[in-house]
C-alpha cells in the first residue's frame, strides 16, 4: 500500500504497516524472542538479536514515523529515555536552548544528570523571536515543547525552526499535548519530533513508552546507533499495546478535543476560577499560533483557584470523583493533576513560579466520557 498520500486518520490505522508476510496477521504479532536464527554467521533475515531491533518494535516505529510524516522512527522504554537518546547527541561543552516552560521530567533530566557531563542549558521564553539572543557558537541544540506542559503555551515551531537552522542547531520538537493528529513538526521544519507515547498514543494508561521520528538519514543512524548501544529499547508486548492504541488516537482525539473546549469554556464562568489555560481561548496567548499549526486546540486544560493556597488547591482536586487524581495524562479517562507537587515537583520552586506553576494550579487531562458527568464533577468539586 502507497501510505504517502494518505490522511492522518488513515495512517494512524495502516501507517507504516502491512500484513504480517509469515501469517498474514493483520495487527503485527508480538514477537516475544530475545535472539533470531541465523542461516551462516552474519546472514539473517533483518534481525540478530532484540535489543538491536525487534519486528514488533519495528512495526511500532514505522507507524510513528509514518504518522508524523517522517521516514525513521525509533521506540523506547519511556518517554525520558527517548529525550535522553536526544541528549546523546552532545559533547562536554555543547548548549542546550529550550523552552523555560516544560516537563518536570525533562528539566530534572536536563539540570540534575546532562549537566553533570559539561552540557550546558539555557531556559528562555520562546514565546516570541528575542530569544535567539540566546544562540551562540556553541547552541548545538533548541529544545520546544509546544502546547507546553502545564502551562499549554504555543510555540511557533516553524520560526524556531528557521532561527534553528540558521545556527546550525538540532531542533528538537516534544509534540506529546498535541500529537501528530493535532499538528507535524516535521512538516514545520523541525529536524527530530519526540513523544511520551505514554500519554495519547497509548491513550490507555496501560503503557510507558517514548518515541522519536525523523526524515534525516544521518540523524536517523544516530538515533539508532545509541538506542543499540544504550539500550533502553521498548519491549515486543508494550510495543503491541502501543500499536493498538494508536489505531484509535484520531476518533479519541476528536472527543478529548471537544470534551477540553466545553470543560475550558465552563471554568472560565466559574467564580471559584481565576485564570483558564487552553489555547482555544481567544485571549490565550499562543491562540493565533494554535490556529495556524495545529489542527483542533487539544484536551488539556490548566486553571488556577482563585485565592487558594496548596491547601485549598489540594482539597478541590482530591474532591473530584470522575476525574481521578493522578499523575499522567492522555488516557481516556480523566485526571486531574497539582503540577507544583506532582508533575512539576522537581523543579524549584522560585523557577517554576516563574512561568506560572503556582501552588493554585491545577491541570486536567480532559477525557473521552461524556461531557455532562465531567462538568458536574467540577462543579461539585469547585463549589465546596
Not at 467564580?271 to 486546540?297: C, I, S, T
Request: with cysteine.
Amino acid at each position: 500500500m502507497d501510505h504517502q498520500n494518505l490522511h492522518i486518520e488513515t495512517l494512524a490505522i495502516h501507517g507504516g504497516q502491512e500484513p504480517d508476510p509469515t501469517t498474514g496477521a493483520v495487527m503485527p504479532p508480538i514477537y516475544q524472542t530475545s535472539t533470531y536464527a541465523q542461516e551462516y554467521p552474519g546472514k539473517h533475515k533483518g534481525f540478530e538479536y532484540s535489543r538491536s531491533q525487534n519486528p514488533t518494535r519495528y512495526a511500532l516505529e514505522r507507524a510513528i514515523a509514518s504518522m508524523e510524516g517522517g521516514t525513521h522512527g525509533a521506540a523506547f522504554g519511556s518517554g525520558l529515555a527517548a529525550i535522553d537518546c536526544m541528549l546523546k547527541f552532545l559533547s562536554p561543552g555543547d548548549e542546550v536552548v529550550a523552552c523555560n516552560d516544560l516537563y518536570g521530567g525533562t528539566y530534572r533530566l536536563f539540570t540534575k544528570v546532562f549537566s553533570n557531563y559539561g552540557i550546558k542549558f539555557t531556559f528562555v521564553d520562546m514565546s516570541n523571536a528575542a530569544w535567539e539572543e540566546h544562540m551562540s557558537a556553541s547552541t548545538k541544540m533548541v529544545w520546544m515543547e509546544t502546547p507546553t506542559n502545564p502551562m499549554l503555551n504555543v510555540l511557533d515551531i516553524e520560526a524556531a525552526a528557521k532561527i534553528a537552522k540558521s545556527h546550525g542547531a538540532l531542533f528538537v520538537v516534544d509534540n506529546t499535548f498535541a500529537t501528530p493528529y493535532l499538528q507535524r513538526p516535521l512538516d514545520l521544519g523541525a529536524d527530530v519530533v519526540m513523544h511520551s507515547g505514554t500519554k495519547y498514543l497509548g491513550g490507555h494508561s496501560d503503557v510507558v513508552l517514548g518515541l522519536l521520528a525523523t526524515k534525516d538519514e544521518a540523524i536517523a543512524e544516530k538515533i539508532y546507533f545509541i538506542q543499540n548501544a544504550s539500550g533502553a529499547i521498548l519491549g515486543p508486548m508494550d510495543s503491541f499495546i502501543a500499536l493498538r492504541g494508536i489505531k484509535t488516537l484520531h476518533v479519541r482525539m476528536d472527543r478529548h478535543c471537544e470534551n477540553g473546549e466545553a470543560v475550558a469554556n465552563y471554568l472560565s464562568t466559574h467564580p471559584a476560577v481565576d485564570k483558564v489555560y487552553w489555547p482555544g481561548l481567544e485571549g490565550h496567548n499562543g491562540h493565533e499560533v494554535a490556529k495556524r499549526q495545529m489542527k483542533k486546540f487539544g484536551g488539556m486544560v490548566s486553571f488556577t483557584v482563585k485565592g487558594a493556597g496548596f491547601e485549598k488547591t489540594a482539597d478541590v482536586v482530591s474532591a473530584m470523583k470522575v476525574f481521578t487524581l493522578a499523575e499522567s495524562l492522555g488516557g481516556v479517562e480523566s485526571l486531574a493533576g497539582h503540577p507544583a507537587s506532582m508533575t512539576h515537583a522537581s523543579i524549584p520552586k522560585e523557577e517554576r513560579e516563574k512561568v506560572g506553576v503556582t501552588d493554585n494550579l491545577v491541570r486536567l487531562s480532559v477525557g473521552i466520557e461524556h461531557v455532562e458527568d465531567l462538568l458536574a464533577d467540577l462543579a461539585q468539586a469547585l463549589d465546596r
